[in-house]
């Protein structure tokens, strides 16, 4: 068992459930880390030995959200909200950006789980400054409270921001309609603003590996902590959920696919998750 450290004492996490899988610490074993117990561990096997390619995918995942930081970064973007953000790993967003534009970004990052929570605030405590790289416990379907509070950390609304939402949707239950509350997150976004998506995709023609995400979606429903539901879309579906902001080159591909910094082997189809950057052209 990992040793978890605390932003804030223990007592603030008394809700917290460590009998069962938590989404951000079973991602955070897919990814090597250390931020995990035997219960994470235990249900990230099972899910590999339905669908062994996940751990490739959320590498390459990760791979994405690095590439798209600096691709933001390098475009003039100096404000970041991550929503989802999961436990922090190496190469974190602010990390990206201050690698690209040293000491001009600011970061908030935005996760409902205590456990992540906890994580990002130390991590910013440790490696981050705190002027300028922020931490929230919300929730992605708080919707306009969650954005006063983001606005509240100093996002400014008149200039653009780069908005992420990696690996979430098809974590969040349809029945919410979590496109709805990502419509209005871009509805609040100036000119220029960019969102940075990726997906689970169904559109992979693998009968087999359409059968496995449907059985990993109703572990998760069933067994997680947050109890993360599944909400796995066609590649059509997931471009809907970018409205009528602009895709960039090379527009929604294969994660792999998107900007790669060096040579992917193998099909790229087997991350079976596709990714996007776009960006809103008007107000």
């Known amino acids: 068992m990992s040793t978890l450290r605390y932003a804030r004492p223990v007592s603030d996490y008394s809700s917290l459930d460590l009998s069962r899988p938590s989404s951000g610490r079973v991602y955070d074993y897919w990814l090597g880390g250390t931020n995990n117990y035997a219960v994470d561990r235990e249900f990230a096997e099972q899910q590999l030995a339905r669908a062994p390619e996940i751990r490739e995918a959320v590498r390459e995942n990760r791979a994405f959200l690095r590439r798209a930081v600096r691709f933001a970064t390098a475009a003039g973007i100096r404000q970041f909200v991550d929503i989802g953000c999961g436990l922090p790993t190496q190469g974190s967003v602010h990390e990206v950006a201050d690698e690209v534009a040293p000491g001009e970004s600011r970061v908030v990052y935005i996760d409902n789980e205590p456990v992540a929570h906890a994580h990002a605030q ?5 490696t981050a400054d705190p002027a300028r790289h922020r931490a929230l416990a919300g929730d992605f379907f708080d919707g306009p409270a969650l954005w006063e509070r983001v606005l509240a950390e100093g996002i400014d609304p008149r200039e653009p921001v780069c908005l992420l939402t990696v690996a979430l949707l098809h974590l969040l239950p349809a029945e919410r309609k979590p496109e709805t509350v990502l419509a209005y997150y871009r509805d609040r976004l100036a000119p220029g603003s960019l969102l940075v998506l990726s997906h689970a995709c169904l559109d992979t023609g693998d009968a087999q590996a359409q059968e496995a995400f449907g059985r990993i979606s109703d572990d998760y429903r ?60 008007s107000a």
């Open 222 to 281: 069933a067994r997680t902590a947050n109890q993360g539901t599944g909400g796995l879309r066609g590649r059509a579906e997931i471009a809907e959920l970018f409205g009528d902001f602009e895709l960039v080159d090379p527009g929604l591909v294969w994660l792999p696919q998107w900007r790669p910094e060096a040579s992917f082997v193998g099909d790229p189809a087997r991350t079976r998750a596709v990714a996007g950057v776009a960006r809103k052209t």
């Open 122 to 126: 130390i991590l910013l405590e440790d």
